[in-house]
């Protein structure tokens, strides 16, 4: 693929409430004004789909244009929040994103841009959440991994709704400078890769269907 493309970054944003967001509503507006921004495909997931009805084939066709697939959202319960969730069900389906001639997504990268409420402290076997970040985000990087995806590291601000304005602004300007400079950026860090998509078999996944308290959000 060529190093840079129009809209070769796509940008799937998932607040449920974002007027009451501090991060996620910077990192947006970082976004809106980047250098980058016309690389971008920005998808407001909660504005597209208030009534969590998702156009499949639209979402399909914006992550087959895409070379970088970003995700920006809180954390809410250990976990994405649920339209995202219902996001990954409906559109990363079975011989399309993984498994039998599933190979659209083959050779993307993907890249997770967050914020918690709990503080890095509380993500350690002795904090309050007993376990570390990176091992709540297994199911995200397995998933990147089983669609044949490379998994980049992810951003995350921790504590957010007690981060300094100075504190939420330097990560959505790190947030900005990385589309910006993408691929240059990820080429440098020491990202697992994850290969080819992993083979599924057919028994093992649920028939296919189409269709808040956020305990640790931000």
Known sequence: MPDSSPR????????PDLARSNATRAMLGVLRASPAADRVELRDLYRL????????????????????????HPIYWY???????????????????????GTALRGKDFWLVTSTGGGMES????????????????PYEQSVKTCGMRYLPPQVLHAAHRASDAEIHAH????GERLASYPAWSASLDAPVAGDEQEVALDERPPLFSSLDAGDAE
């Open 8 to 15: 070769d970054i796509l940008v799937l944003a998932a607040h």
């Open 49 to 72: 789909y208030p009534d969590f009805h998702i156009h499949v084939e639209a979402e399909q066709r914006a992550l087959a244009a895409a070379r970088l697939v970003v995700m920006l």
């Open 79 to 101: 976990s994405m929040p649920a339209l995202q969730k219902l996001w990954l069900d409906d559109v990363l389906r079975l011989g399309w994103a993984y498994g039998p001639g």
């Open 123 to 138: 993500y350690a076997p002795g904090g309050h959440n007993h376990h570390r970040m990176d091992e709540f985000l297994l």
């Open 172 to 175: 959505a300007r790190l947030f």
